[in-house]
């Protein structure tokens, strides 16, 4: 049976649909599950096409925080689809309306929801796709205030893109280091998903991108993409090349997000007052710190997890722009351990998709 078309338009049936359940550790299967509701006062649904492979995804299969989590859950931290039915109210949307979702269950009314730093959300419920159901599944109702419309024009595998693999980078460069036209930056990994992400977005304000890659084809990708210098991190100490390409001064910013295996590097690679920003550790969580060398040199050291709502939107006009995020490969559905078996064998260069 093909996936791709077993519910379109207004479509309503009450039949089971197909989702992504994770049961545990390693242990991810397609089946079918009961639809949801019509949506109710306030709610879109919408019939997810695309859905974004994370490492997130790969957390969940190696058995991260099972404890406290119920089994099982459908997968998927980030997803876009099309609007096929609106709730009682609902105002911004209509039937056929490329959508993608923010990922996280916010409260909407606490003071850090009303600012719109909807990451910092005082009453959060979970991340979606992690504590809590994700949008690997066909149908899915969800508050207006957390649907985010795609200008026309963008592709449901772009969209799928913009809450995590654009609106992360997006939150980290601009919002947390403040990265302005003309500064030089190191990416990490500028093979994966937001590694690419944040190659383009440097590249398209002017700024000087240092990137390192783990081979030389990834590399050559990388070049293409607008990076100006590319370090095979397997070949060559990344800290010894980008201070000697420096001058020994060190870049403006560096994009961390491997952890254990680059945290001193990188702060090594910093210019005095340099501006460091992190979002993951793919490596390994635990680093040590020369607390003379932090305050001598005037470090900023940021934590940044997920983004905000606004930030979502403002990845989703880049892509309306011409931005198009990098993706490695499409997967069916009934394939999707393709795609974890690409992110987890570090084969990729930009985003895995699934599409539904
Ligand atoms: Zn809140």
Redesign the pocket.
């Known amino acids: 049976m093909p996936l791709g078309n077993r519910r379109t338009g207004s479509e309503r049936l009450n039949l089971p649909m197909l989702s992504l359940q994770l049961h545990g550790d390693r242990d991810l299967r397609v089946e079918e599950i009961a639809p949801p509701p019509p949506p109710a006062a306030g709610e879109v649904q919408i019939r997810v096409r695309a859905v974004g492979l994370n490492y997130l995804d790969l957390w969940g299969f190696r058995g991260m925080a099972f404890a406290k989590r119920k089994m099982p859950q459908a997968a998927g931290v980030e997803a876009a689809g099309e609007v096929i039915a609106v709730g009682e109210g609902v105002s911004r949307f209509r039937e056929g309306d490329t959508v993608t979702m923010y990922g996280a269950e ?9 600012e719109g730093r ?1 990451n910092l ?4 419920a979970g991340i979606m796709g992690f504590h809590i159901d994700g949008f690997a599944r066909e149908l899915i109702n969800r508050p207006e205030r957390l649907v985010i419309k795609a200008p026309k024009g963008v592709s449901f595998e772009d969209a799928a893109c913009a809450p995590i693999g654009f609106g992360t980078v997006q939150h980290m460069l601009f919002d947390n280091a403040r990265l302005e036209p003309g500064e030089s930056v190191l990416v990490h990994a500028g093979g994966s998903g937001i590694g690419t992400a944040a190659i383009l977005m440097a590249k398209a304000i002017g700024c000087t991108v240092y990137t390192t890659v783990g081979d030389d084809e990834k590399g050559a990708k990388a070049k293409a993409l607008g990076a100006d210098h590319v370090i095979n991190y397997r070949e060559d100490r990344f800290e010894g090349v980008v201070r000697k390409l420096t001058g020994r001064k060190g870049v403006d910013v560096v994009f961390e997000h491997v952890g254990a295996d680059t945290w001193n590097g990188s702060l090594l690679c910093l210019k005095r007052g340099g501006r460091l920003v992190t979002c993951g550790a793919t490596s390994g969580p635990s680093a040590t710190i020369n607390l003379m060398q932090l305050f001598q040199q005037q470090y900023r050291i940021t934590g940044s997890f997920g983004c905000r709502m606004e930030n979502i939107a403002q990845s989703l006009e880049k892509m309306a722009g011409g931005m198009k995020p990098v993706i490695d490969s499409v997967f069916p559905l009934a394939e999707f351990e393709k795609g974890l078996e690409r992110i987890e064998g570090r084969k990729v260069f930009g985003k895995v998709i699934v599409a539904f």
């Open positions: 916010t409260c909407g009314h606490c003071k850090a929801c009303r909807d959300c005082e009453n959060v």
